[in-house]
């Protein structure tokens, strides 16, 4: 009776071992898979951050905030370009503010019941501005030159400009 149970007590003890060490098997196996997707995730996140950061050198490529020497050329004239920059887009934004049909720098007349308006402004350097400009229907573009006078005072020059073509 004794080696019965001792028989049954061992057969109960290798099927738990043999349980334990499936269940095991499978738990590891599981997290190696889990492992093998996060790292996959993250090779991912690594590749698009990268990206990112490949488009954000290209689009600092042509911004007056990356290029040191339209900085230095301003603070070589004693602008403080922390101020200047703002004031400068502040500026063209400022000719939204119009009265009639003729914007002061767009060269367009809006064709809708909303006033032809400049939306995006991008400063290039020390001498160059492209922006964007809508009536909310109809979008173009204008190419700006920009100085200080010796009185300081900004003056805007329309230099390049276009519209798309009206879609129907």
Do not use: C
Not at 64 to 80: C, S
Not at 85 to 94: A, Q, R
Not at 138 to 165: A, H, R
Request: glycine share 4%.
């Amino acid at each position: 009776m004794k080696n019965r149970i001792f028989m049954y007590l061992f057969l109960f003890s290798v099927l738990l071992i043999v349980f334990q060490y499936v269940n095991s098997k499978n738990i590891i196996d599981k997290y190696e898979n889990d492992i093998k997707v996060f790292k996959g995730k993250i090779l991912e996140n690594e590749q698009l951050v990268e990206n990112l950061q490949n488009e954000n050198f290209e689009l600092g490529q042509f911004s007056i905030v990356g290029n040191e020497e339209a900085l230095t050329y301003f603070e070589d004239r004693g602008y403080d370009t922390e101020k200047l920059i703002p004031t400068i887009i502040d500026g063209l934004y400022s000719m939204n503010d119009y009265k009639g049909e003729d914007h002061p720098i767009v060269p367009y007349v809006s064709m809708t019941e909303s006033k032809m308006l400049i939306n995006n402004i991008r400063i290039l350097n020390h001498k160059w501005i492209l922006a964007d400009f809508s009536d909310t229907e109809n979008f173009g573009e204008i190419f700006v030159t920009y100085e200080i006078d010796e009185n300081n005072q900004l003056k805007y020059k329309l230099v390049e400009y276009f519209m798309y073509p009206i879609q129907y």
